[in-house]
């Protein structure tokens, strides 16, 4: 994925297969691009609040993925130095 001509990195591509659970890739991409400019990385999205991070989410639905991906934010900073772990065991341990 391609956002401004830069790559998307791990988080970039969480975020974008979180978002793309039931819902259409022609209404994510304005979502996305917005998601990615209010938290651009792990620490963001781990410290605001939930209330910003519901009100950049409205719209999608299934606010639960929005929570949940807040509450991996914060594990990723807490547990992996607020980079995304690349095993499978740490993945595995990301609500």
């Not at 975020?15 to 620490?43: A, C, G, H």
Request: proline share 5%; no cysteine.
């Amino acid at each position: 994925p391609v956002v401004k001509n830069e790559k998307v990195g791990a988080y970039g591509t969480w975020v974008s297969e979180v978002m793309l659970q039931q819902t259409r890739v022609e209404t994510v991409i304005k979502y996305f691009l917005n998601w990615m400019q209010l938290f651009p990385d792990e620490q963001t999205l781990a410290q605001a609040s939930p209330d910003a991070v519901n009100a950049a989410w409205a719209g999608l639905g299934y606010y639960s993925r929005a929570r949940n991906l807040q509450k991996g934010a914060k594990k990723v900073v807490e547990d992996f130095n607020g980079v995304l772990p690349d095993s499978e065991s740490g993945l595995l341990s990301i609500p």
